[in-house]
């Protein structure tokens, strides 16, 4: 799914160790497993969103149980992240849930947004829980009229996908996608995103002009890839595709 909000639990001490999990996780799928932190075992949990709109609210459950008694006594938490706490001691054994509200429209941008939200109880200092919370908002989408697109603005992209051919191993590899306002207002880039660290981009924000092109620029280290299949977001404020997935291909050899 390549629109999804996923919620990935971390464990205090063992936070480095399960980062380079978590990036596998956003390429490979859900992992089932439990974490142990102090007298507390979580179930570990992925959720695959298609849609979390700029207007929306999600909610998602940390599912857990606790081997001696403990209460939870607070929280800390981005503005857009509300949590229900339980509000009574915990009880051995028993399976409890900690419930996540997360308020898109108090996320300020649309893309990919990530944080940490830390769980506090009357255990001590080291073994407080920390939740890794990431995701993609999207724009919420809107129908327009005919007349209402001839004065908005439009975007097309191109090429798409971008063919590289064959590539040597090890070398830089710089594209150039055209952007190209086709509407009647100016045309703004909100944000871009890729998961994969061997591409690196160079975007220029301010507003494209009605009629007027822009490139987007990448450049990709093919040290260690085995072939070129690079995806990139890109979001912009246009009224006929707002999200845009763009595609670089080619071969290694």
Same mark, same amino acid.
């Given at each position: 799914h390549y629109a999804m909000l996923d919620i990935f639990l971390l464990c205090g001490k063992n936070m480095k160790k399960l980062c380079g999990l978590i990036v596998c996780c956003l390429f490979c799928g859900s992992i089932s497993a439990q974490v142990k932190v102090g007298n507390t075992i979580f179930e570990k949990m992925y959720f695959y969103q298609d849609t979390l709109y700029q207007d929306s609210v999600k909610q998602f459950q940390v599912i857990f149980t606790c081997k001696q008694p403990l209460r939870f006594i607070r929280y800390d938490a981005p503005p857009y992240?509300?949590?229900? &706490?339980? %509000? %009574?001691? &915990? =009880? +051995? #054994?028993?399976? !409890?849930? +900690?419930?996540? $509200?997360?308020?898109?429209?108090?996320?300020?941008? +649309?893309?990919?947004? *990530?944080? &940490?939200?830390?769980? !506090?109880? #009357? @255990? %001590? *200092? @080291?073994n407080e829980k920390v939740l890794y919370v990431s995701g993609i908002v999207r724009p919420y989408p809107k129908k327009y009229t005919l007349q209402e697109l001839a004065y908005l603005p439009q975007i097309k992209v191109y090429p798409n996908p971008y063919q590289v051919g064959k590539v040597k191993r090890g070398s830089k590899v710089e594209v150039a996608f055209t952007v190209e306002n086709t509407g009647a207002a100016p045309l703004q880039i909100l944000n871009t995103k890729t998961e994969?660290?061997?591409? =690196? $981009?160079? +975007?220029?924000?301010?507003?494209?002009?009605?009629?007027?092109?822009?490139?987007?620029?990448?450049?990709?280290?093919? *040290?260690? &890839? =085995?072939?070129?299949?690079?995806?990139i977001w890109l979001w912009t404020d246009a009224a006929n595709l707002p999200e845009i997935k763009l595609r670089i291909e080619g071969e290694i050899f």
């Open positions: 992240i509300r949590i229900d &706490l339980p %509000a %009574a001691p &915990l =009880e +051995v #054994n028993q399976k !409890y849930s +900690v419930t996540l $509200w997360i308020s898109a429209h108090r996320i300020k941008k +649309v893309g990919h947004f *990530q944080t &940490l939200v830390k769980l !506090y109880t #009357n @255990e %001590a *200092q @080291e994969c660290g061997c591409t =690196e $981009w160079q +975007v220029d924000t301010t507003a494209i002009l009605p009629k007027q092109k822009r490139y987007i620029r990448f450049r990709l280290d093919t *040290q260690d &890839l =085995e072939r070129i299949s690079s995806e």
